[in-house]
């Protein structure tokens, strides 16, 4: 019988670009898991400055202490630098991710040879780059982006290793589409408040010379009444 209770991870930064602050543990590692009875755990965490790879924390717990090993892994990753989007990239319209914060969550688990992983991926502290020939479109999408804070892109897997089937979205459609409708609603609000001014003026315009008109009659007619009654009083 071959059983290490517990082994020790551990390793500080050097000048290799890949190095980085690593600790964590193995434990319960042996040749007869069923008949010590405790699943073999390791952990990990670290950092890796000089990928700018911060917050790794792996648990992986292989659990062959049954007739049905079931192996297990969480993964988490607090940051980590994701490369260009290009959503589009046209001279009519550039609507680009140029770099971001990346943030993952991974959970992996094997049962029987079927696996299951689910993985959730957030982009955040988003460098967009937007520019349209159009100024209204320009207009549009700038605000497009400024709604879009954190773009997500989730995905699910089942299968054996070699037949695995996915399933992935992101929120980047419904927010982008959501994105425009907010943007053309506060286009079409502000275009009728120009509108609206633009009427308003006119009608204050017209309203005010109909005014000067009827004041003008008036002085007319109350001059000639005037002139009359001075006539009748002599």
């Not at 549009?140 to 804070?149: F, M, S, T, Y």
């Not at 275009?191 to 004041?215: C, F, G, H, P, S």
């Amino acid at each position: 019988l071959f059983w290490v209770k517990k082994a020790a991870i551990s390793s500080e930064p050097s000048e290799s670009e890949y190095s980085g602050k690593i600790s964590g543990e193995i434990l319960n590692i042996t040749t007869n898991p069923p008949l010590i009875g405790i699943p073999t755990r390791i952990t990990i965490q670290g950092d890796f400055p000089k990928q700018e790879i911060f917050g790794l924390n792996t648990v992986i717990v292989l659990d062959h202490t049954t007739e049905k090993p079931k192996e297990t892994m969480v993964l988490k990753v607090e940051s980590y630098p994701m490369s260009e989007q290009r959503l589009s990239d046209t001279d009519d319209v550039k609507f680009i991710l140029a770099s971001s914060k990346g943030q993952v969550d991974v959970k992996a688990s094997l049962l029987e040879q079927r696996l299951n992983i689910s993985i959730v991926n957030l982009m955040k502290n988003i460098d967009y780059q937007v520019q349209a020939k159009s100024k209204l479109v320009d207009e549009v999408l700038k605000g497009v982006a400024k709604d879009i804070p954190v773009v997500d892109v989730k995905a699910k897997a089942t299968g054996s290793w070699d037949s695995l089937k996915w399933n992935i979205n992101s929120n980047i459609g419904s927010a982008i589409s959501n994105g425009f409708k907010k943007q053309v609603a506060a286009q079409i609000k502000k275009a009728q408040e120009k509108l609206k001014k633009m009427v308003n003026d006119k009608v204050l315009t017209q309203k005010k010379k109909v005014q000067e008109d009827i004041n003008k009659v008036k002085n007319q007619v109350t001059g000639q009444m005037s002139k009359q009654k001075k006539e009748f009083e002599k």
